[in-house]
């Protein structure tokens, strides 16, 4: 968020400012648009209402933008986050953990069709053996871990590689684990029905290919971890990666 707004009369000064988002409907989207309705600011999916929220731009314009000054702020996810922090100026004007139980959110999580599931368990089973291996050497790799992800980060986009100031300060929010937080997943009685892009509940398919996909994970752990603790094995989902602070 730009600092003279954040240290001004916030959030009501964000009436007839532009924000952003990464895209229309997906979780950093939704969530924006919940929050700014719990300050009764309104928004609409057309770009209209008293907050305008540009969710076509995309991450990478948006930072452009935020350093131009044409828009207020954004909320994005890491490392967007803190490039809009360190090389936009900007500041974190509000902490996405206070919003959730325990200050921890899912901001990536692995899902599969339940065709896959159903059709081709062996291809999860390998992409699940697969996460567990990546979830497990970050964390027994912290100090070598970031610069690694970096570098496959850069690679594989063809995108340069973070600042490191970014990189470190994005790390910061962040963890790796086995355990999605499966409840912050479903819909709460605090999101407002406006931001619910389906304006129905979840449906059967989509739970038992969680319930589905949590006993194959833990198949995998026990194999590729026999020597862990049944503490440490006692997971519910799949791996996912955790926003610590929030946008």
């Not at 921890?104 to 692995?110: A, D, E, G, H, I």
């Not at 050497?137 to 496959?152: D, L």
């Not at 063809?158 to 929010?173: D, I, N, Q, R």
């Amino acid at each position: 968020m730009s600092k003279t707004i954040a240290d001004g009369n916030f959030p009501a000064d964000l009436a007839g400012k532009t924000l952003s988002s990464p895209q229309l409907g997906n979780t950093q989207d939704i969530a924006l648009r919940a929050w700014l309705a719990t300050k009764g600011l309104a928004t609409n999916i057309n770009g209209g209402g008293q907050v305008t929220i540009d969710s076509s731009s995309g991450n990478s314009v948006s930072l452009q933008n935020f350093e131009a000054g044409k828009i207020a702020g954004g909320w994005v996810p890491e490392p967007y986050e803190s490039e809009f922090i360190i090389q936009g100026k900007g500041t974190l004007a509000v902490d996405e953990a206070s919003l959730w139980p325990n200050g921890q959110f899912p901001t990536t999580v692995l899902v599969v069709t339940q065709n896959l599931l159903e059709n081709h368990p062996d291809i999860v089973r390998d992409l699940l053996k697969g996460l567990v291996q990546s979830v497990n050497w970050i964390n027994a790799n912290e100090s070598t871990a970031p610069a690694a992800v970096n570098a496959a980060l850069a690679a594989s986009t063809g995108g340069k590689l973070l600042k490191s100031a970014v990189l470190a300060l994005a790390w910061t929010h962040l963890s790796f684990a086995l355990d999605p937080l499966q409840l912050t997943c479903r819909p709460t009685p605090t999101t407002p029905r406006s931001w619910d892009s389906t304006r129905r509940p979840p449906s059967r398919g989509s739970s038992i290919s969680c319930r589905s996909t949590q006993s194959s994970l833990r198949q995998v752990i026990r194999r590729s971890a026999p020597d862990r603790s049944a503490d440490e094995r006692r997971v519910r989902a799949a791996p996912r990666s955790t926003d610590r602070r929030g946008r």
